[in-house]
Every structure is written in structure tokens, then in C-alpha cells.
Nanobody
């Protein structure tokens, strides 16, 4: 059973940065569409960004210009660089694999192989 593993979360002050990592044994990330998601306390999980196998990316409006999804094929690792973090960015962050080539971060039902998440806490 393939499962993603997220890391890199932590606590930062507003305006700070974090870089999350996602790996998945048994899965070549460059061959699939991958997405990042987050879930704030008491709220539903929501999509943040996705990267398709061809390297194309798409972001949710609330992270555009602040977050960057990338992939290191040599390390088989997906990243989410988060800059200018704000308290509203606080939550558990997850990565997952899209079931289809044309995955969309806002269609959570089309993702599988979810990780356990990594906590991001931004204080004001």
C-alpha cells in the first residue's frame, strides 16, 4: 500500500517561511499528479496546489504568490515552499496522489494515498 509521508512542519511567526516535503515509497512522483492540502482546526480539508507529471502547477487563490509547489525527481520528493505565512495558514498539511493525469487540487475526491500530515502553526 503506497502512502505519502509529509515532513517539515513546525511553528513560525507571521511573515515566516516553511518548506514541506512529501515522499512516497513505491511511487515515482514524477509519473503522477500530486497535490498539497490543508485542514485548519474545525474546518474541512481544502486543496492548496497540485503539480502534474509534466510539471504544470495550479494554486488556490489564497496561496498564490506565497506558496510554491515543486518536485525534485532525483530525490523523488515533492515540496511546498511557504512564504509570508499568516495565522490563517495554520493547520495540518497533507500530500496525496491524483488518481488521474489531470488532477485538480480542488477536487479532493480524486486524490488517494494520503499521508498522515504535518502540522503548521503560525502565530501572530
Amino acid at each position: 500500500q503506497v502512502q505519502a509521508v509529509e515532513s517539515g512542519g513546525g511553528s513560525v511567526q507571521a511573515g515566516g517561511s516553511l518548506k514541506l516535503s512529501c515522499s512516497a515509497s513505491g511511487l515515482i512522483l514524477s509519473n503522477v499528479c500530486m497535490g498539497w492540502f490543508r485542514q485548519a482546526p474545525g474546518k474541512e480539508r481544502t486543496g492548496v496546489a497540485h503539480m502534474r507529471s509534466d510539471g504544470s502547477t495550479m494554486y488556490a487563490d489564497f496561496v498564490k504568490g506565497r506558496f510554491t509547489i515543486s518536485r525534485d525527481n532525483s530525490k523523488n520528493t515533492l515540496y511546498l515552499q511557504m512564504n509570508s505565512l499568516q495565522p490563517e495558514d495554520t493547520g495540518m498539511y497533507y500530500c496525496a496522489r491524483g488518481r488521474y493525469y489531470q488532477c485538480y487540487y480542488y477536487n479532493l475526491g480524486s486524490f488517494t494515498n494520503w499521508g498522515q500530515g504535518t502540522q503548521v502553526t503560525v502565530s501572530s
